[in-house]
């Protein structure tokens, strides 16, 4: 099992910045990817970024040029960097981690952090 668990959201004005951790313990061999994700009120979860071995990093159009998301593997640590901020990123943004274990991938969640960008 893995257990992540994010830090940095809060409430910001338009135009500021966030950095998002994710921070992962627990049996996190082979963890071939890690992403965020956000969910807004009555909107289905989406994806924000990603950066995965050997594989260019990706990024949602609606963040590209603001976001930019970071692994640390030393500290077993993931991070989203989030400037120019926008009242439409408010939501709660989740950690997923993917793992490679024997032949099949597993996904582990997060619990979620709020942000909340104020006009």
């Known amino acids: 099992q893995v257990q992540l668990v994010e830090s940095g959201g809060g409430l910001v004005q338009a135009g500021g910045s966030l950095r998002l951790s994710c921070a992962a313990s627990?049996?996190?061999?082979?963890?071939?990817?890690m992403a965020w994700y956000r969910q807004a009120p009555g909107k289905q979860r989406e994806l924000v970024a990603e950066i995965a071995s050997s594989l260019p990093t990706n990024y949602a159009d609606s963040v590209k040029g603001r976001f930019t998301i970071s692994r640390d593997n030393a500290k077993n640590t993931g991070y989203l960097q989030m400037n120019s901020l926008k009242p439409e990123d408010t939501a709660v943004y989740y950690c997923n981690a993917r793992q490679l274990t024997g032949t099949y991938f597993r996904n582990y969640w997060g619990q979620g952090t709020q942000v909340t960008v104020s006009s």
């Open positions: 627990g049996n996190i061999f082979n963890i071939v990817a």
